[in-house]
């Protein structure tokens, strides 16, 4: 268990900046992981009273805030009515609702879980975040980089998506998911996100394209595909990622899983339809 020694809420994101560089210190957000941690901590930083909890919409994106809960995007219906309810797809199986009460969307980000069903949802809308000091960085680029002792403030989502879907596999309802995908259709690309391998999430991108370009080779689809080309593409994407084996499950089977899921949600980003 943590040892807290100074516990400070900062009046501004300098001064949290500033505070974070010392050697032990840790940001306090939900505290669902760190608290299973057998670490010193301090200061530990409380970001509670610099508005990081709000969802912004504006005319081209939702900008989120790093504090933001899980149950707050779960039951925003502005996102939700935007991007097909993927958020209450994703979201409100997760443990419990006393759970994604205090859950951050930042701390499930910054962490890199490779559990995450939020970051394989982020991926597939094209998601970039705000940091203090790094920037703006895609979340498919941080996901790659080294970022520590900065300040996740703001998650940016673009308003493209047309579609989206979001699947899992779960041995049972509450628990980490085997393996999960999501889907979205933007206008001229679709983006495949698949997390849980068990590795953290990663994304692919599939141009659509009429068919008389398809190619056997590319990783490519008609604006109106079939069962045969959507199975066929599902495979394709499938063996674009590597698996791994875990307590929940085998690579083998989580590679079987991928492709169901996947043709699954690109079913139901064209055509509507369950797969």
């Known amino acids: 268990m943590e040892e807290i020694k100074n516990f400070i809420k900062p009046d501004s994101l300098k001064d949290a900046y500033s505070l974070l560089q010392k050697p032990d210190a840790k940001i306090i957000a939900g505290n ?9 901590i301090d200061p530990a930083i409380d970001l509670s009273d610099l508005n990081l909890n709000q969802i912004k919409e504006t005319s081209d994106c939702f900008s989120i805030g790093a504090s933001v809960t899980l149950r707050t995007l779960e039951t925003n ?8 309810g993927i958020f209450k797809d994703a979201l409100s199986h997760i443990v419990g609702v006393q759970f994604r009460n205090t859950a951050t969307a930042g701390a499930n980000i910054f962490l890199k879980h490779g ?8 991926l597939s809308l094209d998601t970039e975040l705000i940091f203090y000091n790094h ?16 300040i996740l403030t703001e998650i940016i989502i673009p308003k493209k998506t047309l579609k989206a879907k ?9 628990d980490f998911s085997v393996l ?6 933007c206008k001229d690309e679709c983006i495949v996100s698949v997390g849980a391998r068990p590795l953290v999430a990663k994304e692919i991108r599939i141009k659509i394209t009429d068919k008389k370009s398809l190619s056997k080779d590319d990783l490519s689809v008609s604006n109106n595909p079939d069962t045969e080309e959507l199975t066929s593409l599902s495979e394709k994407i499938s063996n ?9 499950a085998s690579k083998e089977y989580r590679k079987k899983i991928c492709s169901v899921l996947t043709r699954r949600a690109l079913k139901d980003i064209f055509t509507g339809e369950d797969a």
Request: no cysteine; proline share 0%.
């Open 32 to 40: 669902h992981w760190l608290k299973m941690s057998d670490i010193t």
């Open 77 to 84: 219906s502005k996102l939700n009515n935007f991007f097909n």
């Open 115 to 122: 559990f995450s069903d939020l970051i394989t949802v982020l």
């Open 135 to 150: 920037g703006k960085i895609k979340l498919s680029d941080y996901l790659k980089e080294n970022i520590s002792k900065d």
């Open 166 to 174: 979001f699947l899992s596999q779960k041995n049972s309802t509450t």
């Open 180 to 185: 999960n995908v999501a889907a979205s259709k």
């Open 240 to 248: 674009q990622f590597s698996f791994d084996s875990d307590i929940r």
